[in-house]
């Protein structure tokens, strides 16, 4: 398996939206779930949002509303669509591709929301 890639990060001013990528390569048809994470500075990372193959999706409960995780298989493909952001919400964004014996991470994709 290789390092899954993130995009689409960047500087947004409060209340706007920016959509991060996250592209699997390897084992595809043996992902278990793909997820982003989370980390502020002076922060552990957290969860915000991760999707499963079956396509259940959950959310870190302040996020709900306001954050969208979808896949797009055929493109290998995990999205995160984050609207109204907010100052709270500048970190660093990973991926994460959950495999049955491995889970790997993407080296994380700086968003930060300005006033």
């Known amino acids: 398996q290789v390092q899954p890639v993130e995009s689409g990060g960047g500087l947004v001013q409060a209340g706007g939206s920016l959509r991060l990528s996250c592209a699997a390569s390897?084992?595809?048809?043996?992902?278990?779930?793909m997820g982003w994470y989370r980390q502020a500075p002076g922060k552990k990372r957290e969860l915000v949002a991760a999707?499963?193959?079956?396509?259940?999706?959950n959310y870190a409960d302040s996020l709900k509303g306001r954050f969208t995780i979808s896949r797009d298989n055929a493109k290998n493909t995990v999205y995160l669509q984050m609207n109204s952001l907010k100052l709270e919400d500048t970190a660093v964004y990973y991926c994460?591709?959950?495999?049955?014996?491995?889970?790997?991470w993407g080296q994380g994709i700086q968003v930060t929301v300005s006033s």
């Open positions: 994460s591709i959950g495999y049955p014996a491995l889970i790997l």
């Open positions: 390897g084992a595809i048809s043996s992902i278990n779930f």
């Open positions: 999707i499963r193959s079956g396509g259940s999706t």
